[in-house]
């Protein structure tokens, strides 16, 4: 599992995301995915479709946003409580336009 071979996934199981603690766990968040380079997709929103004409360095780019959009995505929900799974879990795009915060899923924190 993509996961299970960091060490820094332990910082899920004491640390997932309950609603009320937004500021640590959007911290650790991004501790992690630093470290596997990808905090990128949290900072920008993913592109929907490659505009047409795209050269090749542009396709591949689009097509490493995607790949690391979904596992992304995969770490955001494994770092939340099951209760804000089924609140999030409908949203493809991990981007700052689709962060618990902006979604009002969370209490201050």
Not at 40 to 49: A, G, Q
Not at 57 to 72: A, L
Not at 80 to 104: C, L, S
Request: net charge negative; with cysteine.
């Amino acid at each position: 599992m993509y996961m299970s071979k960091n060490p820094l996934t332990m910082i899920w199981e004491t640390n997932k995301f309950n609603g009320m603690n937004y500021n640590d766990w959007l911290r650790n968040l991004r501790i992690f995915l630093n470290f596997e380079n990808q905090t990128y997709v949290l900072d920008k929103s993913l592109l929907v479709i490659l505009p047409e004409g795209s050269t090749p360095d542009e396709r591949v780019t689009f097509e490493r946003w995607q790949e690391d959009n979904r596992k992304v995505r995969s770490i955001v929900l494994a770092s939340m409580t099951n209760d804000f799974h089924k609140q999030y879990d409908r949203h493809d795009d991990v981007g700052v336009d689709n962060a618990p915060h902006e979604r009002g899923l969370c209490g201050s924190g």
